[in-house]
């Protein structure tokens, strides 16, 4: 379950390494739950999760849309509060807007008066010295593939582009815990591919926990240590942990292989119950759904 | 005495130009266009290349290459057409009005023709009334403005910026704007007499409530998903002010300066309609009372010219903001 670091990764990403680097931290979930007040009536988003993350782990959390992912991940940066339980990093309860983590968000969130460069700087820890940061950041647009948009505003530039600044952002602060919102959703096949790979470069460069939101099934299995599967379970509302799969051997891994096909199919089950068909009695769809669901 | 004065330099300024840099300054707005930088360049590398080389040197190599992306611009967008179009209803007017007062299609003491207009002008500038009259009320205007648009900001950023301070300010603040304007004007003058303060006073009012409204709701409506994202890279207090709030509100805040400077003058005539012994105000009840309507015209036609100029300079800055901050 602990995280096997990767090694014989590419040059480039080994430069971004930096000497500050922080140290990967674990977390862990006690009980936690979470329940939104909307219309005077309490609804629970979260029940009762307990899960640990090993440092320097990778865990994708799939699960279907609106089960609770996002806020999940936003408790453990501590932009939100659970109603019950808690969240610690590394032993210490999350603080809140905890500056051990760097959020990637699920929308891009760049200021749109800031260059994409600037934007990128604003991820650093603050009081970077100037010509440090200047040097972060240009290596972190390069590895996004962004360094001819340093000076573009965020209106110029495409979603997909947008996407990989925001993720910039989020590396540039080298945080011990790394909560990555669908950063790849906007991407079309190939970049995303290029960021699956480059997101494994960085974390084998710099290990870090990595607690990964999907919608994609295969990403989660490619990249991941460990996947869980959020979802209701029984008629109670809140979504629990329904399914952990460990995913086996190491990364890279072999897209085509029969475990892999095995875990694949699995998980795609776990979300396809989800997706009510059996309940409101509409036959089960034969095929498996091919991402985007 | 100084409006006369004004008139006559920019005339002889002009008569006076020798001919090539006449057509250099009215040719550099057509092929140029507004970006005053560039208009700049373009002037001074012509003064370097000196006298002889004026028809090759980079301005002709300029000219071309700037002109190109300029002509797939619409009409409507480009800076001459702009200017031109802005002017042609006032010379229409004018035109008109010329019209029908020389016709005697409307009597004189109903309507007075330009020219009598301009003779007013110059009489009252000989006097040297014209040039204290509308300098005292742009002063006015400009105290008064001042005044109220810092308090206004101020307080917008406190209501808006912080629960407690909307808490305790907004219902109170709100209640003061819901008094019609014109109701302080009697307790001024019992306060402050008829002097400067009371008109300056009654203007900072009335640029204060459109600072304090549009600034307190800018930042009370900042995107939050991008607070949080400042929030969540460490900014918070004041940085977070500095790298979230304020540049998202710098557009509003522009646009509420713009109002509040339109109110001003708007105030600065209610104030000096009703008590004051100089400005555009007094110069307005003063003709009305002797019956000099081609006054009448003149000050409201300052005032236009005046607002106007006013508004275009901030305006100016406005545009400029919204390139940068929007
Ligand atoms: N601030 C809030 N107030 C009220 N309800 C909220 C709030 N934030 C989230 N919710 C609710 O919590 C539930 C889970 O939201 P969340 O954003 O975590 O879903 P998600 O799993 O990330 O979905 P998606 O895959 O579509 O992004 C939703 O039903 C949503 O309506
Ligand atoms: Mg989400």
Not at chain 2, 80 to 107: C, D, E, K, R
Request: proline share 6%; hydrophobic share 45%.
């Amino acid at each position: 379950m602990t995280a096997t670091s990767v090694t014989g990764r590419q040059p480039t990403v080994r430069s971004a390494a930096r000497a500050d680097a922080t140290a990967a931290a674990p977390v862990a979930f006690r009980g936690v739950g979470r329940a939104f007040e909307s219309a005077g009536a309490v609804r629970p988003v979260l029940r009762d999760l307990d899960l640990d993350v090993a440092a320097g782990e990778i865990l994708a959390i799939l699960g279907p849309s609106g089960c609770g992912k996002s806020t999940l991940l936003r408790i453990a940066g501590g932009l939100d509060r659970p109603t019950s339980g808690e969240v610690a990093i590394d032993g210490t309860p999350v603080a809140p807007y905890d500056r051990r983590t760097g959020v990637g968000f699920q929308e891009p969130r760049l200021l749109p008066w800031r260059t994409i460069a600037k934007n990128v700087a604003l991820g650093l820890p603050r009081g970077t010295p100037r010509e440090t940061a200047r040097t972060q950041v240009a290596r972190l647009l390069e590895l996004v593939g962004l360094a001819d948009f340093a000076g573009h505003r965020p209106r110029e530039v495409s979603g997909g582009m947008a996407q990989r600044a925001s993720l910039a952002r989020a590396l540039a602060r080298n945080p011990g815990v790394l909560l990555l919102d669908e950063p790849f959703g906007a991407l079309d096949a190939l970049t995303r591919l290029k960021m699956q790979d480059l997101l494994l470069d960085v974390h084998a460069a710099e290990p870090t926990t990595v607690l990964l939101v999907t919608h994609d099934v295969d990403e989660a299995l490619q990249l991941a240590d460990r996947v869980i599967l959020l979802g209701a379970e029984g008629d109670e509302p809140g979504a629990v942990i329904r399914q952990t799969v460990v995913v086996p051997g190491r990364r890279p891994r072999d897209r085509g292989s029969a475990e892999l096909a095995e875990l694949r199919g699995r998980l795609l089950d776990g979300l396809g119950i989800d997706r009510h068909g059996v309940a409101r009695g509409v036959e089960t769809t034969t095929t498996i759904p091919h991402y985007p669901y | 005495m100084s409006g006369t004065d004004a008139a006559k330099t920019t005339s002889t300024d002009r008569a006076g130009l020798p001919d090539g840099s006449v057509d250099r300054h009215f040719a550099a707005p057509v092929v140029v266009g507004r970006p005053t930088a560039a208009a700049g360049s373009y002037d001074e590398s012509g003064t370097d290349v000196g006298p002889d080389a004026k028809d090759t040197g980079p301005a002709a190599s300029v000219a071309p290459r700037s002109r190109e992306p300029r002509d797939r611009r619409p009409l409507t967008r480009r800076r001459w057409f702009v200017v031109v179009g802005g002017a042609l209803l006032p010379i229409a007017l004018l035109l008109v009005w010329q019209l029908v007062s020389t016709n005697g299609l409307v009597p004189v003491s109903q309507l007075p023709s330009p020219e009598m207009v301009w003779l007013a002008a110059i009489d009252l500038a000989q006097r040297g009334l014209l040039g204290q009259y509308v300098a005292i009320s742009t002063q006015r205007v400009l105290l008064g403005f001042a005044t109220g648009a810092a308090i206004g900001l101020a307080l917008g950023a406190v209501v808006g910026l912080s629960r407690l301070g909307d808490i305790l300010l907004a219902p109170t603040l709100g209640a003061i704007r819901a008094v019609p304007s014109l109701a302080w004007v009697p307790l001024l003058i019992l306060w402050f007499k008829i002097g400067e303060e009371s008109k300056i006073i009654l203007i900072a009012i009335g640029a204060f409530f459109p600072v304090y409204t549009i600034v307190a709701a800018a930042l009370r409506h900042v995107d939050r998903q991008l607070l949080e994202a400042g929030r969540a890279f460490g900014r918070h207090g004041i940085s977070l002010f500095a790298t979230v709030q304020l540049p998202a509100v710098v557009p509003s805040v522009l646009s509420a300066l713009r109002l509040a400077l339109a109110q001003s003058w708007l105030f600065l005539v209610a104030a000096e309609l009703i008590a004051s012994s100089m400005g555009l105000g007094f110069l307005l009840v003063d003709s009305g009372n002797n019956g000099r309507i081609d006054r009448i015209f003149l000050a409201i036609i300052l005032l236009a010219v005046l607002g106007k100029l006013t508004d275009a300079i901030i305006g100016l800055f406005e545009r400029r903001a919204i390139l940068r901050w929007a």
